[in-house]
């Protein structure tokens, strides 16, 4: 029997070698796969990289992605389709249809407030003209803006104005929590549409993640039009998560809007299980400036719906005041970085003063740049963030530029009072803006967000006294602080930077 198996394995062996090899075939066979598979890799990843050379706005975002897209393309190419797009394909061809069939409706209003006398004259220095031609809408007059410091001021109010709703709710959040809060809101909501308001809600489904089916379920049921945004909407978009919806518009009957910062969780009435309580600014408008902010939310709503809204388009004179307004909502999907520029615009203009309210501080070097000439010219520039951040990336950040702008004379406060997630800035004594936008790479090149600029030394004393009381609550940052940390901690800071070209 020994013999018989010594001869039929010789057989075997003679006729299957491959089989004789055992181990040697097999591992002969993954070496070759995992070197196709590398080679596949590179290719891949040398492609993409071209892709994100020529698509990605700016220099260091195209250089973050090619290095890891051609050393290290097993991680970086999913990361790439996943995070790494500039541009919100489909949006844009969508908006230019909106835009046909919203024409006729946008210039009927303009026309409009033109023959009332609701859209603001150009100033001679040219700056209104250049923010206008940002926005793609006229600054108006007529209109009357209440400053809301707070969840306690800002819900009660948004609150009120659903209950008086006649004719139509407006509802747009990045943030909805199945939260106490969240659930008042979606109580005024069901009241409306059950005495005949009609209601329509566009959520952003990545950052209102934790938003159970059951919510929007019920509202659902009783009429009320409830949809995401739809980020990932369309063939290109399929498996990007990197654009945000970060608008926040509550609008009624086409008369009243409120829009800035706040989201609707608990942590911004100060009950938030856990969290620190989120201090933030809103604004409540009535008077022309709300059919500006209705054209953005119409935008949205045709691309989560696909179908349009008959909504109020004649623009109405506030009773109470005659502010200029100018609405710049902004976005990927507009030809130019609108919030780029918008904020550099403000910058540019102020003479006396800057205070910037921002939790998110991660400007890139042009934003640097213009802070330092601002602080040459003899501008008052005050930076104003929170002592810690919600990120540790972002909290690092906020350390990376105290040193250099403060050789130029550029104040930091970091608040030490709760979470500040107010969007606020001052310009000069006449001038102040309210909205979504965070100063870092994701408002202005990625996230759809909202800016309101009030243009009224009234309006801005009252920003004054509100950012004076914020001062107050905050250290005054000494610019060699950072550089005492230690090495270790200023390794880290620089580090954080060269992420946020894709934080």
């Known amino acids: 029997m020994r013999e018989f198996l010594s001869r039929l394995k010789r057989s075997l062996a003679g006729r299957f070698p491959r089989l004789a090899s055992g181990g040697r075939y097999v591992r002969k066979r993954k070496k070759r796969f995992l070197a196709l598979l590398l080679t596949v890799a590179h290719a891949v990843g040398a492609l993409t990289s071209v892709q994100a050379i020529m698509h990605t706005r700016t220099a260091q975002g195209a250089t973050a992605w090619a290095i890891p897209l051609n050393t290290l393309p097993l991680l970086a190419v999913p990361a790439y389709w996943v995070f790494g797009s500039t541009k919100f394909d489909g949006y844009i061809t969508k908006r230019r249809g909106a835009e046909e069939r919203a024409h006729p409706l946008i210039t009927g209003f303009i026309d409009h407030a033109k023959r009332e006398g609701l859209v603001a004259p150009s100033r001679d220095d040219g700056g209104s003209r250049v923010a206008e031609r940002l926005a793609k809408l006229p600054a108006s007059t007529g209109n009357s803006v209440k400053l809301l410091r707070n969840g306690d001021a800002i819900f009660p109010s948004i609150f009120e104005g659903i209950q008086q709703a006649a004719s139509y709710v407006l509802v747009q959040f990045y943030i909805v929590r199945d939260d106490d809060l969240g659930r008042q809101l979606q109580q005024h909501l069901l009241d409306a549409a059950r005495r005949g308001v009609a209601v329509h809600f566009v959520y952003d489904e990545i950052g209102s993640h934790g938003l159970p089916r059951s919510y929007i379920d019920t509202l659902r049921q009783a009429g009320v039009q409830m949809l995401p945004f739809n980020t990932t909407k369309g063939l290109s978009?399929?498996?990007?998560?990197?654009?945000?919806?970060?608008?926040?518009?509550?609008?009624?009957?086409?008369?009243?809007?409120?829009?800035?910062?706040?989201?609707?969780?608990?942590?911004?009435?100060?009950?938030?299980?856990?969290?620190?309580?989120?201090?933030?600014?809103?604004?409540?408008?009535?008077g022309p400036a709300v059919q500006t902010i209705q054209v953005s939310f119409w935008e949205d709503w045709?691309?989560?719906?696909?179908?349009?809204?008959?909504?109020?388009?004649?623009?109405?004179?506030?009773?109470?005041?005659?502010?200029?307004?100018?609405?710049?909502?902004?976005?990927?999907?507009?030809?130019?970085?609108?919030?780029?520029?918008?904020?550099?615009?403000?910058?540019?203009?102020?003479?006396?003063?800057?205070?910037?309210?921002?939790?998110?501080?991660?400007?890139?070097?042009?934003f640097i740049s213009a802070l330092e000439l601002a602080a040459l010219r003899g501008v008052e520039v005050r930076i104003l963030i929170p002592d810690q951040a919600d990120s540790v990336l972002v909290n690092l950040s906020g350390w990376a530029h105290v040193e250099r702008l403060g050789k130029v004379g550029v104040r930091f406060y970091r608040h030490t009072k709760d979470f500040m997630h107010q969007k606020v800035a001052l310009v000069d004594s006449e001038l102040a803006t309210v909205g979504s936008a965070n100063l870092d790479n994701r408002s202005f090149r990625l996230n759809f967000e909202m800016t309101m600029e009030v243009r009224d030394p009234a309006f801005a004393a009252e920003v004054e006294a509100m950012l004076e009381n914020d001062f107050a609550h905050a250290r005054l940052v000494d610019p060699a602080e950072a550089r005492g940390r230690g090495f270790l901690f200023r390794l880290k800071v620089r580090t954080a930077i060269l992420l946020s070209p894709i934080q």
């Not at 989201?263 to 911004?268: A, F, S």
């Open 237 to 286: 978009n399929r498996f990007q998560l990197n654009f945000r919806n970060h608008r926040k518009i509550v609008i009624t009957d086409g008369r009243t809007a409120w829009t800035g910062g706040a989201n609707i969780g608990d942590e911004y009435v100060g009950s938030g299980s856990g969290k620190a309580r989120s201090l933030d600014t809103m604004v409540k408008i009535e």
């Open 302 to 366: 045709l691309w989560a719906s696909g179908k349009t809204l008959e909504l109020e388009w004649t623009p109405r004179a506030a009773a109470s005041s005659d502010l200029q307004v100018l609405c710049v909502p902004s976005g990927p999907a507009d030809p130019l970085e609108t919030c780029t520029l918008y904020f550099l615009h403000l910058i540019n203009s102020a003479r006396e003063r800057l205070w910037i309210a921002s939790p998110y501080f991660i400007p890139d070097e042009q």
